[in-house]
């Protein structure tokens, strides 16, 4: 059987297996992509993956179960493990939602994509790394890869709703090493979307010679307590790290330092933070969530001020509440929390303009891991590197850097924010970040 007539069987046979609710989620994912090195093919990869999951509820406990394979004997197999996992769940009193007209359309998928052949992810990385090794000091280009992806989502449940949401992107990244009296240093840089008509070789290539090269001839700076403006490049990646903070199941879990602090103030009134599943331009934008509720933006915070978690259905239905559309899940696992697409709200300072904000500071744009930092305890533990800038003037590179902070205070710490995003193709949307102070050990 196909990914539709397995959802529609399982639902026929759900219906039939004493179950009060139900809903079901099948989906598939393909990509193919090269990486180059040296002027060569280094590899060519094609992967697929599918398959379909079932949550029941029988004496309103929910029971989960999944199968990547679309036989009749698989699904009645699925059905049955779920039904069997319900029995050592808890109860939850929760409605799956009725069907509703959704009159809105989200251009999530290219048919045009499909056409990108191999040949033309190849010679695109080729270009790439002719260009950038024509460059001075740069050595060999190590990272360089294409890809396509494309995926599809069916859902269905029992209340009668039927779903289907298509997509596909692109993306093209690249590596470079570049040496300077010794000083070896790595730029990266990626492109991604949804029209691959848009890709300039000449584009991407320059990022990642300049990124490559920008941070040579470094020189110390003192350590301390020091203001520090986080990039556009890099802010994004420190936020993700601290978005399940605001996701309720984690609050009722004791996972979360927002608990009980909704309609504080938690941030500088510089800050907002909003849930954006209708952008057009963003990968995480999407009509409905996994469970079958239709999506809206959703204000999580406001100029500083806690406005709301983001609730599933399962963790609205423990506080009496109804679910903001934030449920996500695979066809395997249960049903969890998240942003479709966060989005850090704009300032007004440009780039140049919110280097000014303090006599002297650190401009970090470059981060390296995030394994010292703590969603739950919101400790922050970076290595970093960036420039050393006074008056607004970026004055030397500087490296060897670890930038400490608890994400809490740092959001108190906001003094300015940026007027622009990067343009990298992301649900996590950030403009620079200018903090009052971070501890800076060298």
Request: aromatic letters at 8%.
């Given at each position: ?21 139900f ?172 029209d ?22 470094p020189?110390p ?38 608990k ?51 609730y599933?259905?399962?963790s ?6 109804k ?63 960036g ?53 800076v050990?060298v």
């Amino acid at each position: 059987m196909n990914m539709q007539d397995s959802i529609e069987y399982l639902a026929e046979i759900a219906k039939k297996s004493g179950a009060e609710q139900f809903d079901v989620l099948a989906g598939s994912h393909d990509s193919r992509g090269v990486s180059v090195f040296n002027g060569v093919l280094q590899n060519t990869e094609i992967s697929n993956s599918c398959g379909i999951g079932i949550r029941i509820f029988k004496n309103q406990k929910p029971g989960y179960a999944s199968t990547e394979k679309f036989s009749k004997e698989s699904l009645e197999q699925t059905l049955a493990d779920a039904l069997s996992n319900s029995e050592y769940t808890e109860p939850i009193n929760a409605d799956l939602p009725e069907p509703t007209t959704i009159s809105s359309v989200l251009p999530t998928y290219n048919p045009k994509l499909e056409s990108i052949d191999t040949n033309c992810l190849l010679n695109t990385c080729l270009s790439i790394e002719k260009q950038v090794l024509a460059a001075s000091e740069i050595k060999n280009v190590p990272d360089l890869g294409a890809e396509i992806s494309s995926s599809t989502t069916i859902f269905a449940n029992s209340k009668g709703i039927f779903f289907q949401d298509k997509r596909n992107s692109f993306a093209v990244g690249a590596g470079a090493v570049a040496e300077r009296n010794g000083v070896v240093k790595m730029g990266w840089y990626g492109k991604g979307g949804r029209d691959f008509e848009q890709i300039s070789t000449e584009q991407i290539s320059g990022e990642v010679i300049s990124r490559a090269k920008e941070l040579l001839s470094p020189r110390p700076v003192r350590g301390g307590k020091i203001p520090v403006i986080l990039s556009k490049r890099i802010s994004a990646s420190v936020l993700s790290v601290y978005l399940s903070p605001f996701f309720a199941d984690n609050a009722q879990k004791g996972l979360s330092r927002l608990k009980d602090r909704l309609g504080e103030k938690i941030a500088s009134e510089k800050f907002s933070l909003s849930s954006e599943p209708l952008l057009p331009d963003l990968p995480g934008s999407i009509l409905m969530d996994s469970e079958g509720i239709p999506t809206s933006a959703l204000g999580v915070v406001e100029n500083g001020v806690f406005k709301s978690f983001l609730y599933n259905l399962e963790s609205a239905s423990k506080e009496q509440r109804k679910s903001t559309g934030h449920g996500v899940r695979g066809f395997s696992g249960k049903a969890g929390t998240g942003f479709m697409n966060a989005v850090v709200s704009l300032g007004e300072l440009s780039g140049k303009e919110i280097l000014s904000v303090f006599p002297k500071c650190l401009l970090i744009n470059h981060l390296e891991g995030s394994s010292g930092c703590n969603p739950i305890s919101g400790e922050i533990s970076i290595g970093a590197q960036g420039f050393w800038c006074e008056n607004g003037v970026p004055l030397h590179a500087t490296d060897n850097l670890t930038i400490s902070a608890n994400f809490f205070d740092l959001l108190n710490n906001i003094t300015e924010i940026g007027s622009e995003y990067s343009d990298y193709f992301s649900n996590v949307k950030v403009p620079s970040l200018a903090i009052s102070e971070m501890a800076v050990s060298v």
